[in-house]
């Protein structure tokens, strides 16, 4: 979004949005589900806009992300 680049935006929310429903990560997929239209769209000042939404989203999801990572690597 920074870059002014809408399909590398799209693509980077895209990625963001399958791994967060693999985690159980509703509130970022969402987010990212929002931010892949936008750049879909060419829209990236309102992409702007949502990041820091994604950005509190992904403080508050990292202790779990955290959690399921470490039970994997055992």
């Known amino acids: 979004v920074n870059d002014r680049d809408a399909v590398a935006a799209r693509i980077a929310a895209h990625t963001i949005k399958g791994a967060a429903a693999n985690v159980g990560g509703g ?3 969402e987010l990212a589900r929002r931010l892949e239209q936008l750049g879909q769209d060419g829209d990236l000042d309102t992409a702007a806009a949502i990041l820091p939404d994604l950005s509190g989203a992904f ?16």
């Open 27 to 29: 509130q970022i997929r």
């Open 59 to 74: 403080e508050q999801a990292r202790p779990l992300m955290q959690d399921f990572c470490r039970r994997a690597e055992n």
